[in-house]
């Protein structure tokens, strides 16, 4: 199985996004230039640029909804906005959030904002609005995205330009899928006949049912990287969503990431690429397989970074490669390419 297979071309997304971009002209004059950015808008504000970014929880919504469950999205909605922020070097101040739905019912929308609270107070940050529309004719269930605004001086903002071949790649694990590829995820189950209230088959989790672990949080990467902006002359970071390992070279594509000591793949992985039949090269291009953040400084600093980030941090921490001469990704280990 792949994932354009499975509904989702990612190709045809970045085509699509291309498209949007190419209409996007106008610009408000008087006001801070925008700074571009790679996973977060920014506009001059003074000595600061200001920070936008914004995303949602996917398809993960829908096995929410079949479990009865919506106390986590909220989180993975927080955690999807505030892990791109860190990566332009900003610190998250604010959010909102937008909630599409069917059918407003108080039992769902008070658990969907328990996770957005549980989101924010790992974050710290405000939520200092949002957005219910009820939409039964164009929204079959629910859909659940928001907005970060967070801010950075402008001395200080990350872009990957200052990348060099021999700098370190350090990784921060997962807690699982976090919130890409479950249009992939969820296709496997379907045609493998199993239920997200079955236990999984294999003895991968004995504990618990597929749902349950599919519905694991997201990693919010937060507290440990803003710590680390403040110590260590941080060259990039790059949030492992969707595109896996493809996204590293969103931050500088005059070098080659080169990723020698890959995270172990968590079980969730195994089961998925077995049951679905899927190659090596989806599943890294697709899932983030373990790594939900790389951080890319020199050499001489990776010892003191790796000090900072395993204080604050309760996800594992390690270097898992380096930067070479060239250009894209490459898995020796894996005999993968990008």
């Known amino acids: 199985m792949t994932y354009a297979e499975s509904g989702v071309d990612i ?3 970045e085509l699509a996004i291309k498209g949007i971009l ?7 004059k008087g006001v801070g230039k925008p700074l571009g950015g790679h996973y977060a808008g920014m506009i001059e504000f003074g000595e600061y640029a200001l920070v936008l970014c914004t995303d949602g929880v996917g398809s993960k919504v829908e096995i929410a909804s079949e479990l009865k469950k919506w106390d986590t999205v909220g989180i993975d909605c927080i955690a999807m906005n505030v892990n791109d922020a860190i990566c ?7 959010f909102v959030d937008y909630l599409a739905i069917d059918d407003p019912k108080p039992e769902i929308t008070k658990e969907i904002g328990k996770g957005l609270a549980k989101g924010a107070e790992i974050s710290n940050i405000s939520i200092i609005g949002g957005e219910t529309a009820s939409l039964p004719e164009v929204i079959n269930g629910f859909d659940l995205a928001g907005t970060c605004l967070a801010y950075v001086k402008k001395n200080d903002i990350v872009t ?7 700098d370190a790649i350090i990784g921060i694990a997962s807690s699982g899928i976090h919130s890409n590829g479950y249009t992939l995820a969820r296709k496997v189950i379907q045609h493998s006949n199993l239920s997200y209230t079955d236990k ?3 003895g991968f989790y004995p504990d618990e049912t597929i749902g349950e672990v599919l519905l694991t949080p997201t990693n919010i990467y937060v507290k440990e990287t803003v710590e680390l902006l403040k110590n260590v002359d941080v060259h990039g970071v790059s949030h492992i969503t969707g595109g896996g390992l493809r996204n590293l070279p969103r931050l500088n594509k005059n070098v080659k990431f080169v990723i020698d000591e890959p995270f172990e793949p968590q079980p969730i992985y195994t089961f998925l690429q077995k049951y679905g039949n899927i190659e090596d090269k989806e599943m890294y291009q697709t899932f983030n397989m373990g790594m939900g953040l790389a951080i890319i400084v020199s050499e001489k ?3 003191k970074s790796i000090s900072i980030l395993e204080k604050h941090s309760s996800a594992n921490v390690k270097v898992v490669g380096r930067i070479e001469k060239g250009s894209g990704v490459e898995a020796p280990k894996l005999g993968l390419k990008f």
């Open 160 to 166: 990957g330009e200052t990348i060099v071949p021999g």
């Open 22 to 28: 190419s209409s996007i002209k106008s610009q408000r």
């Open 11 to 13: 190709e045809k997304e």
């Open 88 to 94: 332009v070097g900003a610190e998250p101040l604010a």
């Open 200 to 202: 999984f088959p294999d």
């Open 301 to 303: 600093d990776v010892e």
